[in-house]
């Protein structure tokens, strides 16, 4: 069956950078679009990168362009999320996904990000 299982999260300081990444299984990665989410206590669910099958298409949330950048390595079926210059309202659950079409047709159980001084 399909999984993503996130990993790469914790605490940091503003300024602060963290590594989140995702490993799939149970179906052919490298045919699929890739996305993260994060959710925020009290907040909608927002889209916070994108990255289409052979990484040449990658979209950014306004939020978070120029400081985070989507990546993907089709030959271990991962995905990473590089996140720098971390700030408070960065804190989330950040969420692995499968795209299909305009949604996501699969979610890992997240990884939570807490940015605090």
């Known amino acids: 069956q399909v999984q993503l299982v996130e990993s790469g999260g914790g605490l940091v300081q503003p300024g602060g950078s963290l590594r989140l990444s995702c490993v799939a299984s149970?179906?052919?990665?490298?045919?699929?679009?890739m996305s993260w989410y994060r959710q925020a206590p009290g907040k909608e669910r927002e889209l916070v990168a994108d990255i289409s099958f052979n990484s040449g298409f990658r979209n950014y949330a306004d939020s978070v362009k120029g400081r985070f950048t989507i990546s993907r390595d089709n030959a271990k079926n991962m995905m990473y999320l590089q996140m720098n210059s971390l700030k408070f309202e960065d804190t989330a659950t950040y969420y692995c996904?499968?795209?299909?079409?305009?949604?996501?047709?699969?979610w890992g159980q997240g990884t939570l990000v807490t940015v605090s001084s």
């Open positions: 996904t499968r795209r299909r079409g305009a949604a996501a047709d699969a």
């Open positions: 149970g179906f052919i990665f490298s045919l699929y679009h």
